[in-house]
């Protein structure tokens, strides 16, 4: 018994021994790696001293003022959430921003990251200050990836990337490139944040500064977009402000939304899509462009555009909002190899109030929506076929099915169009508010094989509605103050209308050696008070036989006059007949 337990006294004795050298180990361990963590931090970091750290702030390893490219490439290595202090970080060489990071700042206005502007001549177009991934040549936005491929990316690697809070002075003055004999035009691009091959993924509460120079030659602008989104998924950009900048481009995405920002005096286009599907374009408040191109230029299918606000006193731009590219044009055709086609938007509740020319135009659009939109703009040649409230232009392929209601369309130069479609077949042109002494009311343009104008209000127009080769041509419910209508078409109806201040003749031609097959006229309120004895005429070209028309004293007529007579006139059989409304 007393051998056991001298035994056991013993191996206690060991192991109180071992334990203590081990503890002295550790202390000793420990001792020397909070002197590394010490000696590190007054020289540069390591990767070893930072392991296992969710938060750490930037200003624990430089002061504001200096380049802290480097640095911060190491914390950005090494901790799940970067914070910008209060100061000015100077970044000289891209940041690659590992999946799961964020960097925010902690008051947006005082934190600040400062782009070098040597860096953006010694790598032109090539520089970023944050990406998710190494780029593969040159930014999207300098048309260097002219052949980018469709799903080049087939699984996304990046992932849960979030930047918030900060500014981005982007750092291009004029001055500055002036005094190294450079143009901005070629040497300036550069993104700010580029998320490529990325998901789910946001840029929020941050602001863009640039000091950009408007002149004609551009050579003091740069209007490549600060924020690239390019193949990338389920991203989202919100709550931002810029200045003198275009915003974001977004190529070969899907589920992207670019909401809730702010922008104002800017150089290009300040949200443009390219290929790709479901973006969302929503509640951006947005001020004056200074080139000749789109505020909003959307070329991808199932795009929302709603609830943005674009307002433009210069009216420098080509348009407000831009549908697609016209396919006529090889340029345009294909960007970056994706296709242009804007098919299946929905483009709703957006206020417009510009100088230019134009409000919306589709250049590459079927199954459009186009709703409940508050246009005001100010076309400055009379009679074009381009310069309108919304307008659509290209090829006849490229327009189908396209419903435009409800919107409210004001035209203050007393010029173009409300409404003006090439080939804009089977669609419907309803319900829609046209207040504008201009030109054209709705003018549908080349071949068409129907389309319906139904409810809409056509006020002061010299035309209310003119179409030059439309198959079947329906126009219904509608109330016209003035104009006239100057209409090619092989089936006319018009029907339930309500028309004041009638011109003395409306012409209605056929199509092919303007013959109309049929006309029917009925249950329409027509009040002739222009006319000097009440009487007015539609004048119709129709050598079909007589029971083709319907042309019947369903029709009301009201007038100032005494005698108030409104006829049609056509031709049957080769004789003129003269039937009353």
Same mark, same amino acid.
């Given at each position: 018994?007393?051998?056991?337990?001298k035994?056991?006294l013993?191996l206690?004795?060991q192991?109180?021994?071992?334990?203590m050298?081990i503890?002295?180990?550790?202390?000793?361990?420990v001792s020397?790696?909070?002197?590394?963590?010490?000696?590190? $931090?007054?020289?540069g970091l390591?990767?070893?001293?930072m392991?296992?750290?969710?938060?750490?702030?930037?200003?624990?390893?430089?002061?504001?003022?200096t380049d802290?490219?480097?640095?911060?490439?190491k914390?950005?290595?090494n901790?799940?959430?970067?914070?910008?202090?209060?100061?000015?970080?100077?970044i000289?060489?891209s940041?690659l921003v590992?999946?799961?990071?964020?960097?925010?700042?902690?008051?947006?206005?005082k934190?600040?990251?400062?782009?070098?502007a040597n860096?953006?001549?010694k790598?032109?177009?090539?520089?970023?200050?944050?990406?998710?991934?190494?780029?593969?040549?040159?930014?999207?936005?300098?048309w260097?990836?002219?052949?980018?491929?469709?799903?080049?990316?087939s699984?996304?690697?990046?992932k849960?990337i979030?930047?918030?809070?900060?500014?981005?002075?982007?750092?291009?003055?004029?001055a500055y490139?002036?005094?190294?004999?450079?143009?901005m035009?070629?040497?300036?691009g550069m993104?700010?944040i580029?998320?490529?091959n990325?998901?789910?993924?946001?840029?929020?509460d941050c602001?863009?500064?640039?000091?950009?120079?408007?002149?004609?030659?551009?050579?003091m602008t740069?209007?490549?977009?600060?924020?690239?989104?390019?193949?990338s998924?389920?991203?989202?950009?919100?709550g931002?402000?810029?200045?003198?900048c275009?915003?974001?481009l977004?190529?070969a995405?899907h589920?992207?939304?670019?909401?809730?920002?702010?922008?104002n005096d800017f150089y290009?286009t300040?949200?443009?899509?390219?290929g790709? $599907?479901?973006?969302?374009?929503?509640n951006?408040?947005?001020g004056?462009?200074y080139?000749?191109? $789109?505020?909003?230029?959307?070329?991808?299918?199932?795009?929302e555009?709603a609830y943005?606000?674009?307002?433009?006193?210069?009216g420098?731009?080509?348009?407000?909002?831009?549908l697609?590219?016209?396919?006529r044009?090889?340029?345009?055709?294909?960007?970056?190899?994706?296709?242009?086609?804007?098919d299946?938007c929905?483009?709703?509740?957006?206020?417009?109030r510009?100088?230019g020319v134009?409000?919306i135009?589709?250049?590459?659009?079927?199954?459009l929506?186009?709703?409940?939109?508050?246009?005001t703009?100010a076309p400055?040649?009379e009679n074009?076929?381009?310069?309108a409230?919304?307008?659509?232009?290209?090829?006849?392929?490229n327009?189908?099915?396209?419903?435009?209601?409800?919107n409210?369309?004001?035209i203050?130069s007393?010029?173009?169009?409300?409404?003006?479609?090439?080939c804009?077949?089977a669609s419907q042109?309803?319900?829609?508010?046209?207040?504008?002494?201009?030109?054209?009311?709705?003018?549908?343009?080349?071949n068409?094989?129907?389309s319906?104008?139904d409810?809409?209000?056509?006020?002061g127009?010299?035309?209310?509605?003119?179409a030059?080769?439309?198959?079947?041509?329906?126009?219904?419910s509608?109330?016209?103050?003035?104009?006239?209508?100057?209409?090619?078409?092989?089936?006319?109806?018009?029907?339930d209308?309500?028309w004041?201040?009638?011109?003395?003749?409306?012409?209605?031609?056929?199509?092919?050696?303007?013959v109309v097959?049929?006309?029917?006229?009925?249950?329409n309120n027509?009040?002739a008070?222009k006319t000097?004895?009440?009487?007015?005429?539609?004048?119709?070209?129709?050598?079909?036989?007589?029971s083709?028309n319907v042309?019947?004293?369903?029709?009301?007529?009201?007038?100032s006059?005494?005698?108030?007579i409104g006829?049609?006139?056509?031709k049957?059989?080769?004789?003129?007949v003269?039937?009353?409304?």
């Amino acid at each position: 018994m007393q051998a056991v337990l001298k035994k056991s006294l013993t191996l206690c004795a060991q192991n109180y021994s071992n334990n203590m050298k081990i503890k002295s180990f550790f202390v000793f361990f420990v001792s020397v790696a909070m002197l590394g963590v010490i000696v590190t $931090s007054a020289s540069g970091l390591s990767n070893s001293s930072m392991a296992d750290k969710t938060t750490v702030h930037i200003k624990n390893y430089a002061k504001s003022g200096t380049d802290v490219s480097d640095i911060l490439q190491k914390l950005v290595n090494n901790y799940q959430t970067v914070i910008i202090d209060k100061g000015t970080w100077v970044i000289s060489k891209s940041v690659l921003v590992p999946s799961g990071v964020t960097i925010k700042g902690l008051q947006k206005d005082k934190c600040i990251i400062k782009a070098d502007a040597n860096a953006m001549i010694k790598k032109p177009n090539q520089f970023c200050v944050f990406s998710s991934v190494e780029m593969k040549s040159s930014l999207v936005g300098s048309w260097a990836y002219h052949n980018l491929p469709i799903d080049a990316y087939s699984k996304k690697t990046c992932k849960d990337i979030h930047i918030s809070n900060l500014t981005f002075d982007i750092n291009r003055h004029p001055a500055y490139y002036t005094s190294k004999g450079i143009s901005m035009k070629n040497k300036g691009g550069m993104n700010a944040i580029r998320l490529e091959n990325s998901i789910d993924c946001t840029i929020q509460d941050c602001i863009f500064i640039d000091y950009g120079k408007y002149d004609e030659s551009r050579e003091m602008t740069n209007g490549e977009p600060i924020i690239n989104i390019i193949e990338s998924e389920s991203c989202s950009v919100s709550g931002c402000e810029t200045s003198r900048c275009a915003f974001v481009l977004i190529a070969a995405c899907h589920n992207i939304s670019v909401e809730a920002n702010k922008g104002n005096d800017f150089y290009g286009t300040w949200i443009e899509t390219i290929g790709g $599907s479901n973006y969302k374009i929503c509640n951006n408040v947005i001020g004056d462009g200074y080139w000749n191109v $789109s505020t909003l230029g959307i070329n991808s299918i199932n795009t929302e555009v709603a609830y943005n606000e674009i307002t433009s006193k210069l009216g420098k731009e080509n348009s407000s909002i831009t549908l697609g590219h016209d396919t006529r044009n090889a340029n345009t055709k294909l960007r970056y190899g994706q296709t242009t086609k804007a098919d299946g938007c929905y483009v709703h509740d957006n206020i417009i109030r510009t100088a230019g020319v134009r409000g919306i135009i589709a250049q590459s659009a079927s199954n459009l929506v186009i709703e409940n939109n508050d246009i005001t703009c100010a076309p400055v040649n009379e009679n074009s076929t381009t310069q309108a409230g919304i307008s659509f232009l290209g090829e006849p392929e490229n327009f189908k099915n396209e419903i435009i209601r409800n919107n409210v369309i004001n035209i203050t130069s007393g010029k173009g169009c409300g409404i003006v479609g090439t080939c804009l077949n089977a669609s419907q042109i309803t319900n829609n508010e046209i207040n504008a002494k201009c030109d054209i009311g709705i003018w549908l343009r080349g071949n068409v094989s129907s389309s319906l104008i139904d409810g809409n209000q056509l006020i002061g127009q010299k035309s209310a509605v003119k179409a030059d080769n439309v198959q079947t041509l329906s126009i219904r419910s509608n109330n016209i103050d003035g104009g006239s209508l100057e209409i090619k078409t092989d089936k006319f109806t018009f029907e339930d209308n309500t028309w004041v201040n009638i011109p003395k003749t409306c012409s209605i031609k056929g199509t092919t050696k303007e013959v109309v097959t049929s006309v029917d006229i009925e249950r329409n309120n027509f009040s002739a008070v222009k006319t000097i004895d009440g009487i007015f005429e539609f004048s119709v070209s129709n050598q079909s036989a007589a029971s083709n028309n319907v042309i019947n004293k369903s029709n009301v007529i009201m007038s100032s006059t005494i005698n108030s007579i409104g006829s049609v006139k056509y031709k049957s059989g080769g004789k003129s007949v003269k039937k009353n409304l």
